[in-house]
């Protein structure tokens, strides 16, 4: 293949409770920056990055959403059409996981039905240094691991502050799209790329997507 | 109707410390409202085209006391009316409670409809002076609703106001000649004095004067003044609440913190009394609690007054000025603002609005932050104080002319643009038409300039410059249209939108509940089936291994039906056997039985022949012996002898 794949574009759209790091999150993967004190986010934020993962090129466009419960009713309209959600939670507030399952839920009920849905434990920074005896830790790996394989999501935990974990969210969630379902302003110019595509020069695109799919 | 404060005032469980009663009645009326038939209704509107010479005698109606407050009154007011006749002096003064009603009693009464266009033609639509003194009338007819406790309250925080006014007058009016700006002394003392008063006689100058930017040095007093909110029962009410605990507490301080709108600006000395009062009115009206957004509105407020009357005026904002309709669970308010604005967008550049809605574009995704924090949650603290006057003095729905000005000033960028650089575009660069052309030629790159954008009032103050062109903002965005009747019409469509997204939305989730509910049953049956099934494959089973040993069964039956024809056949031959015998056998067994007797008979005979023969013998045996005994005495006698 001569020429790079085109990007491919896909909606993803951050929940989860207040104050948990959607926007640092999101600050970490497109500017690797972070800020302590992270201004809370009225009505939603738009913000987009683009990935690589093997040959393919993802466009993700972000929608970052008001963590409070006022703002609920407003994120229908960012989710009704996304591909991809990631739901994150603070591992030091057991509330904020009980929001996840519900944000998670919500999504099944509501969402598209195969939208790829990562779960996200953020500020592991916190936990990093503790010892056994003191932990900040409130929530579990196991209980993280529990929901997400209970539900069928990735799962991840991440530190926005100290970087870790983080572009593999996004790199998992690239990898488990399947190419088809990317959609975008440029999708039927893309489907007819892919198409020539798959059926002469890249033999080995369409049996990785399709296993990526698979899993 | 979403313009109503209805529920407000229903949730408002602290608002026992500020009671209220509609006491006015109303002197002129309103050919609108005269269509209702219903009095509690007709006696919420009111106003509508007429024009009050004298304030004072004719107070329209609030249209939003609560409804408990309405039966209280004890003559229903007459309703306001000013014929078509042209008002005496100033354009007349469309009410959105009017319209609305007219609009809900008139929806399918063509009359109302042509009523209202009529209505709408009886004013300056080039003039926004209209809505300085809708507002005007709207607080000043809330006021007269309120009790007398809450009309002396609010009286003497206004007295309050004046002599403060009058001080600042006196020690820095002194000096007005070293300010950059000149100060109309005379005339803000004019509006200090009587608001009311220059409302109705120099509307026009008043109008400028705002839009210039009321003066910093009594900004806070003007707001006050205006709203009517200082209120000393109130104040006492927010230093008790300010001792209680609030559940928000822990939200509001984490999202202090992170304010940056807050935390840069000189503000930041006053973060405990800002908390305070996010606080307290958390506590005031439990059903908004705390909201993000509010801090915003807040902010701007704390930095030209004390906390107390701060608190006053954040409580007037959501209460008389609506924006508690904003900030409530539903986010009702929130909503139709948003309908508003895409509407009267729509009116002033179709192409826009067209070009936003094929990209994907709702105003949802950047004008909610606009709407929820009067601007403040991007853009610089000066242009939002001279927003805040502008609303202050002409009420919420004036922000959709800073709104719409700007979409309309930005067109030719943003219809160059696409999906994603829209939005980018939309989030913080509007104000970027207004940078002033010094900065610009000095950076030749306006978008470089970053440093300003939160502080520029100070900078300004320093270089005598301003960053922004901030008479030039607020004069274009005055000339934005912004027509009360039209807004109620939209109000009217958006009622029926929103009745109908709710209905459905009820209807989805009922859907959603019995599919629920299906679902569980399809499972049980699914389950009763699978046991069924079960019980099936077994029967079945079972079936088969009968019909697998019925063959051996029948063999065995064969075999057995046989034998038995075999046993039966023995039988009958040996029942012929028994006929056969002669009868005659049973008198051989006599006979045999008298020969036997007969054998037994002589056998008898012959062991007592024998038993005779026996006892003879022994009898001989006995002579025998005895004679044997006397033989052998008398040999051994002779012997021995």
Redesign the interface.
């Known amino acids: 293949m001569s020429f790079p794949n085109p990007a491919t574009s896909v909606k993803l759209v951050l929940l989860g409770e ?2 948990v790091g959607k926007s640092s999150l999101v600050l970490r993967f497109v500017s690797n920056d972070f800020q302590e ?10 913000l ?1 990055q683009k990935c690589t993962i093997g040959e393919r090129t993802i466009k993700y ?1 972000i929608w970052d959403t ?1 963590g ?1 419960e ?2 609920a ?2 994120a229908p ?1 960012y989710y009704r059409n996304a591909q991809a959600a990631i739901v994150v939670y603070d591992i030091t507030k057991p509330a904020s996981f009980i929001k996840a399952r519900h944000w998670v839920k919500e999504l099944h ?1 509501q969402a598209s039905k195969d939208i790829t849905i990562a779960l996200v434990g953020n500020k592991y920074d916190l936990v990093e240094d503790d010892t056994e005896e003191e932990s900040l830790r409130k929530v579990s790996v196991e209980e993280g691991k529990g929901l997400a394989e209970e539900e069928g999501l990735l799962f991840f935990e991440t530190s926005a502050k100290t970087s870790y974990n983080v572009n593999d969210v996004f790199i998992g969630i690239g990898s488990k799209i399947p190419e088809a379902a990317s959609a975008g ?1 440029n999708q039927i110019h893309q489907t007819n790329n892919d198409g020539r595509i798959d059926l002469t020069s890249d033999p080995n695109n369409r049996p990785r997507a399709a296993g990526d799919c698979a899993c | 109707m979403s313009t109503s404060n209805d529920e407000f005032e229903d949730a408002n469980s602290h608002n026992q410390a500020i009671p209220e009663t509609v006491t006015e009645n109303d002197k002129s009326d309103n050919s609108q409202n005269q269509t209702s038939d219903n009095n509690e209704e007709s006696n919420n509107q009111d106003e509508s085209l007429q024009q009050e010479s004298d304030p004072s005698q004719s107070h329209k109606q609030e249209d939003d006391p609560s409804s408990q407050q309405k039966h209280e009154d004890d003559k229903p007011p007459e309703e306001v009316v000013e014929d078509t006749s042209p008002p005496l002096s100033g354009p007349p003064l469309p009410d959105r409670s009017a319209i609305k009603d007219a609009l809900k009693l008139g929806s399918n009464n063509k009359e109302n409809v042509e009523g209202l266009d009529l209505m709408s033609s009886t004013y300056d639509k080039q003039s926004s002076n209209y809505l300085l003194e809708s507002k005007f009338n709207q607080i000043d007819r809330s006021f007269s609703a309120k009790d007398s406790k809450y009309k002396e309250s609010v009286n003497s925080g206004t007295d309050n106001i004046k002599k403060t006014f009058n001080d600042i007058k006196n020690t820095v009016g002194g000096f007005s000649d070293m300010f950059e700006y000149k100060i109309d002394w005379d005339f803000w003392t004019q509006i200090v004095n009587d608001y009311g008063a220059v409302i109705h006689n120099d509307s026009n100058k008043l109008n400028d004067l705002i839009s210039s930017g009321i003066p910093k040095e009594f900004r806070g007093i003007i707001w006050q003044l205006v709203s009517k909110s200082k209120n000393f029962q109130l104040e006492e009410f927010y230093i008790s609440l300010k001792a209680e605990a609030s559940i928000h507490e822990k ?1 509001i301080k ?2 202090l ?4 709108f807050f ?1 840069n600006v000189e503000a930041v000395n006053k973060g405990e009394e800002l908390f305070n009062v996010i606080k307290a009115y958390s506590l005031y009206d439990p059903d908004v609690g705390y ?3 509010m801090i ?1 509105i807040a902010v701007p407020l704390i930095m030209n007054m004390n906390d107390a009357e701060c608190f006053c005026l954040l409580v007037t904002l959501m209460k008389e000025y609506r924006l508690r309709d904003l ?1 409530c ?3 009702k308010g929130l909503h139709l603002l948003l309908y508003e604005f895409d509407r009267v967008l729509e009116n002033y550049s179709p192409l826009l609005y067209n070009h936003l809605v094929k990209q994907g574009i ?1 105003s ?3 004008a ?2 606009w709407f ?2 009067f601007f403040a ?1 991007k853009f610089p603290l000066d242009i939002v104080l001279r927003i805040y006057d502008i609303i202050i003095t002409q009420g919420i729905e004036s922000i959709l002319k800073f709104a719409v000005n700007l979409m309309i000033k930005n067109e030719a960028n943003l219809l160059a643009l ?3 650089k829209l ?2 575009f939309l ?1 913080d660069k509007l104000f970027n038409v207004y940078i002033n052309d010094d900065f610009i030629n000095f950076n030749g790159d306006s978008y470089a300039l970053k440093s300003p954008t939160r502080n520029s009032l100070t900078g300004a103050a320093n270089s005598g410059t301003c960053y922004y062109k901030l008479e030039e903002l607020v004069h274009d965005a005055m000339k934005i249209n912004v027509d009360p009747i039209e807004l109620g019409k939209y109000a009217n469509e958006f009622e029926h939108i929103y009745e109908g997204e709710k209905s459905k939305t009820d209807d989805i989730n009922k859907i ?1 509940i019995e599919n629920g509910e299906l679902r569980h049953k399809i499972k049980q049956l699914e389950t009763n089936y699978a046991n069924l099934n079960r019980d099936h494959v077994g029967i079945v089973q079972k079936m088969v291994d009968l019909k697998v040993t019925l063959p051996e069964i029948l063999n065995d039956n064969d075999d057995l039906n046989n034998e038995i024809e075999q046993l039966r056949t023995d039988i009958e031959e040996l029942e012929s056997k028994i006929a056969e015998t002669p009868p005659s056998s049973a008198n051989d067994i006599e006979n045999n039985i008298q020969e036997l007797l007969a054998t037994n008979a002589q056998e008898t005979e012959r062991f007592a022949n024998l038993e005779d023969e026996f006892n003879t013998l022994v009898a001989e045996e006995a002579a025998l012996d005895k004679e044997l005994k006397t033989h052998a005495n008398s040999k051994w006698f002779g012997r021995w002898g």
């Open positions: 207040a104050a004190n992270k201004e809370p986010t009225i009505g939603a934020a738009f987009t466009e008001a409070q006022r703002f009713s407003l309209m009920e302003p | 939200s984490r999202d913190s992170r304010t940056s935390t909201t993000q957004g915003f900030f669970p539903e986010m709702k949802s995704m950047y909610t932050q929820l924090t949650y696409k999906f994603d939005l980018e989030k959603r």
